[in-house]
């Protein structure tokens, strides 16, 4: 895709959605970790609906801690692959806790030092809680950087690199959230909703739908 058409694609998915966002429910960088975590092939849906319930009681590494293993999974038993998040959540609040003053680190390493956070879910955090320019290249964006041709690669990392480098410095920041979005109601997985999509013209995918 041309430079020209990246720019343009951005200005139209900016003026669809000027303020983009997760769709996962939090109201501190902690919280946002811990739903990023439970969201590992899990919908943002059901990790909402677990977390509503999790979050009035236990909302620091502290309080989590406090709820022991045991405790926390039945908050999280909705939510796919619980037992082994819940080990995780409990190893990431433990680690908070000890070296980090019961604070989300505000760095790279640190985050993916954490058990159950791996790139991705460092860089949702670095963007979604600390407001930098990352690129969290989940398969939504996987999808939609390869079939509209607007970064293709061959994996998350090679996608991830390319967006960084073609996506303009003035949409970068909410780059990621767009996409998802996109991908998730728009360009879907088995059928993309072409004639709804805003940037149609500009993509380069051969099969497009017309119903």
Known sequence: MPAADVQEMFVRLRELDPHPTTELEYS?????????????QATDV???????????LANTPQAILDLGEEGLRKHIATIGL?????????????????????????????LEALPGVGRKTANVVLNTAFGEPTMAVDTHIFRVANRTGLAPGKDVRAVEDAL???????????????????GRYVCKARKPDCPQCVVRDLCRYRDKTVD
Do not use: M, Q
């Not at 501190?28 to 590992?40: G, H, K, N, R």
């Not at 960084?164 to 996109?182: N, Q, S």
């Open 28 to 40: 501190t960088p902690f919280e946002l970790l811990v739903a990023v975590i439970l969201s590992a």
């Open 46 to 56: 059901g990790v909402n609906r677990a977390t509503r319930r999790l979050y009035p």
């Open 82 to 110: 619980f037992n082994a998040k819940a080990k995780n959540v409990i190893a990431t609040c433990r680690i908070l806790v000890d070296r980090h003053g019961g604070e989300v680190p505000h760095d790279r390493d640190a």
């Open 164 to 182: 960084l480098r073609r996506v303009p410095a003035e949409f970068l920041h909410d780059a990621h959230h767009w996409l998802i979005l996109h």
